[in-house]
């Protein structure tokens, strides 16, 4: 069974763009969550999105966004980027069932200049 | 206070010997628990998943929770080389769908 899948791989972009990250789930898994990675705060939690729905929302401000298609893709969105916003975003999936386990891509690397 | 809490490290063990990663959780309806290994560039990978109090045995690695004092272990024996990482422990919120996640602690097994 193929794992999660995000596009692209690494991104450069300079201060004021938008950037648009994308991430295919496990076939079968309908949750998919963002995180963001930085060496100095770990994973945080962006968003999880479950039947084209956001269940949940971490502390990120308005610039970040996301959304699921009916096919469980997801994409998020990051717009006026700012310096600080360069960071690895996972996308994760799971069946969203109990005791479910996430599952990682292997990250959008996001360089802000 | 943060979710999940982790000594960040670093830890280095000779190899051959036990690593012991540590966890605390301040959630105390979370019931499902993670430990992630993440190499240097690398996203998180799975390492074992537990639900219950006690431990769990894969190969060389053992989870043990105990939810009276919200605290989740990892034991790694006969640390390979291989094993150096971060390892990340997560928690899933007791209400569910949202994982909390540990800064992770860096491991270094000499050889």
């Known amino acids: 069974k193929a794992g999660v899948t995000q596009t692209p791989r690494y991104l450069i972009k300079t201060r004021g763009q938008q950037v648009t990250l994308s991430c295919s789930p496990i076939?079968?898994?309908?949750?998919v969550s963002w995180y963001q990675q930085t060496p100095g705060q770990g994973l945080q939690f962006l968003f999880e999105?479950?039947?084209?729905?956001?269940?949940n929302k971490g502390n990120f401000p308005g610039r970040f966004s996301g959304r699921q298609f009916s096919n469980s893709r997801s994409e998020m969105n990051v717009s006026t980027l700012e310096l600080g916003d360069s960071a690895l975003y996972l996308c994760?999936?799971?069946?969203?069932?109990?005791?479910?386990?996430?599952?990682f891509g292997p990250g959008t690397r996001l360089l802000v200049l | 206070q943060k979710e999940v809490e982790q000594n960040s490290g670093p830890l280095s063990v000779p190899e051959g010997a036990i690593a012991s990663l540590n966890c605390t959780y301040s959630?105390?309806?979370?019931?499902?628990f993670f430990w992630y290994r993440q190499y240097s560039g690398k996203s998180p990978e799975l390492i074992m998943s537990?639900?219950?109090?006690g431990d769990k045995e894969d190969g060389r690695f053992t989870a043990q929770l105990n939810k009276a004092s919200q605290y989740v272990s990892l034991l790694i024996r006969d640390s390979q080389p291989s094993d150096s990482a971060t390892y990340l422990c997560?928690?899933?919120?007791?209400?569910?769908?949202?994982?909390?996640f540990g800064t992770g602690t860096s491991l270094t097994v000499i050889p």
């Open positions: 994760a999936s799971s069946r969203s069932t109990a005791q479910e386990t996430q599952y």
């Open positions: 999105y479950f039947s084209e729905t956001q269940r």
């Open positions: 959630d105390r309806g979370s019931q499902s």
């Open positions: 076939s079968g898994h309908r949750s």
């Open positions: 537990i639900y219950s109090n």
């Open positions: 997560a928690a899933e919120r007791s209400t569910g769908n949202q994982f909390y």
